[in-house]
């Protein structure tokens, strides 16, 4: 079963725009990542937040966690078209003997020249 | 560094016959993963080798099997394959042992289909 849901499943937007894509999430995690996968590619890691904090900064990613609603939004800021791509986030759970990710099932992502 | 080679890239099989997809890191990690990716399904795990000499299940670990060859190399075996075993798979690798802690690293994919 998926842990985590993006939001929204799809977004287009125009070059030099803002883009902001959500994740909620069911149970209390460890941490919370997020991946890019370039069509045809592998997934990349971006970034990774602890469930003890509560926003980060990567060039031009920002990253919030909001432990009480159980939900992160990851904002990419003066979009370019090579941010074209699928954004996944992937929850490590707390507890128990999983030593595995759970991964939402992304938001694609489209920007325009 | 090559980080995770995944071979092959491609494969087309017929319903029951078998085959191994092979993957192997160079970044000295000690944990790695299969995955599958489904359209709308998202990355499903299928097994999971947290260190050398362990394997464990994951998710959706019916229909296949694993070996952890050394510490750089897992692979995956279909045995049987059936359709609904297309899909496309994808090794990763991580540093630590508790994956929750630390970033996974994805080879390209092998897009497998099952006539």
């Known amino acids: 079963s998926q842990q985590g849901e993006e939001d929204p499943q799809a977004l287009s937007i125009q070059e030099g725009e803002n883009a902001t894509m959500n994740c909620s999430y069911k149970?209390?995690?460890?941490?919370l990542q997020w991946y890019r996968q370039n069509s045809g590619r592998g997934l990349v890691h971006l970034i990774l937040?602890?469930?003890?904090?509560r926003e980060k900064h990567s060039g031009r990613l920002r990253v919030t966690l909001d432990t009480s609603k159980k939900s992160s939004s990851l904002l990419i800021t003066a979009s370019r078209a090579a941010d074209t791509a699928s954004y996944f986030c992937?929850?490590?759970?707390?507890?128990?003997?999983?030593?595995?990710?759970?991964f939402g099932t992304g938001t694609l992502l489209a920007v325009q020249p | 560094n090559a980080g995770v080679t995944q071979t092959p890239k491609f494969q087309v099989l017929k319903t029951g016959q078998s085959m191994t997809l092979q993957c192997a890191q160079d970044?000295?990690?000690?944990?790695m993963y299969w995955y599958r990716q489904d359209p709308g399904m998202g990355l499903r795990l299928i097994y999971y080798?947290?260190?050398?000499?362990?394997?464990d299940k994951g998710e959706v670990p019916n229909g296949y099997n694993v070996s952890r060859l050394n510490k750089r190399e897992f692979s995956l075996r279909l045995e049987s394959a059936a359709p609904s075993q297309t899909s496309v798979y994808f090794c990763?690798?991580?540093?630590?042992?508790?994956?929750?802690?630390?970033?996974?690293?994805f080879g390209n994919g092998t897009r497998l289909t099952v006539t």
């Open positions: 992937a929850t490590g759970r707390r507890g128990g003997a999983t030593n595995k990710l759970i």
């Open positions: 970044m000295n990690h000690n944990s």
């Open positions: 080798s947290a260190s050398e000499g362990t394997t």
């Open positions: 937040i602890r469930s003890n904090e």
């Open positions: 149970t209390s995690i460890n941490n």
């Open positions: 990763a690798s991580s540093e630590w042992t508790g994956s929750y802690n630390s970033p996974l690293h």
